[in-house]
């Protein structure tokens, strides 16, 4: 042996040098992965969804304790979705890039559910538009006051945000959302607006602002297809309560 070669460390000739064990979620997450892509996302619970989704955000660690925390603090996928960041980033395991990252998936469905209603109809396709509406404003924590103006044909022309209030009120102005309509061109409109409250019952005052509405439209012949009211316990339908 020359002066330059290295003698083996007694006690260690002949061994192996093994690999340390993969971390017990790496293989989580692969059977995760093919468990949704063999049987569909249907088969996974809630926290399995989640924890999907968290795989891309967070790689290099176990999510499922971060996918239970965040439906055990907010009570469902919606409601996390819809969460604010700095209450998302209340959940350990959470920072500013993966509440950006779960805001955005918030954004992507209601884009896709905005065109469903966007392609067709609106009249036509009234489930589609049912479950943008309790999409967009269930988990709202303040009241919003929504116009969807429609063409002659019934399609969409714009949603826009014609007030914003408290829990329990948003200040809406017929004058202004006629205004408005006749700047669109429009033929039609959609009312809507959210309880915080989470119950959809409309108030005295609700169907006293629908009426009013109504009559500065009739003049100008523009139509009041409906007003809707979303609440995480479901959607409340003028028309289809008798009160338009």
């Given amino acids: 042996m020359s002066a330059l070669e290295e003698a083996p460390l007694p006690g260690l000739t002949g061994m192996r040098q093994t690999k340390p064990a993969p971390p017990h979620w790496q293989g989580h997450r692969d059977r995760l992965r093919s468990k949704l892509l063999a049987r569909g996302p249907g088969a996974l619970d809630d926290y399995e969804l989640l924890e999907t989704l968290l795989f891309a955000f967070i790689p290099r660690r176990d999510v499922k304790p971060i996918a239970k925390a965040l439906l055990k603090r907010f009570g469902s996928l919606s409601a996390t979705l819809a969460a604010e960041p700095k209450d998302l980033c209340a959940i350990a395991?959470?920072?500013?890039?993966?509440?950006?990252?779960?805001?955005?998936?918030?954004?992507?469905?209601?884009?896709?559910?905005?065109?469903e209603i966007a392609a067709r109809p609106v009249?036509?396709?009234?489930?589609?538009?049912?479950?943008?509406v309790q999409q967009s404003l269930q988990h709202e924590t303040r009241e919003q006051f929504r116009v969807v103006f429609l063409d002659r044909k019934n399609q969409l022309i714009a949603d826009e945000v014609m007030g914003h209030?408290?829990?329990?009120?948003?200040?809406?102005?017929?004058?202004?959302?006629?205004r408005r309509a006749l700047e669109l061109a429009a033929s039609a409109i959609i009312l809507v607006h959210n309880h915080p409250s989470g119950d959809p019952t409309p108030s005295r005052a609700d169907i006293d602002t629908t009426r009013e509405i109504i009559d500065a439209l009739?003049?100008?012949?523009?139509?009041?297809?409906?007003?809707?009211?979303a609440g995480r316990d479901g959607v409340t339908s003028f028309k289809t309560a008798g009160l338009i």
């Fill in 93 to 115: 395991g959470i920072g500013e890039t993966v509440a950006a990252y779960l805001k955005a998936m918030r954004e992507l469905h209601e884009r896709a559910a905005r065109e």
């Fill in 165 to 178: 209030g408290t829990v329990d009120h948003a200040p809406v102005y017929p004058r202004e959302i006629a």
């Fill in 218 to 229: 009739t003049a100008l012949e523009i139509t009041v297809h409906d007003h809707l009211i």
């Fill in 123 to 132: 009249i036509s396709s009234w489930t589609a538009l049912m479950n943008y």
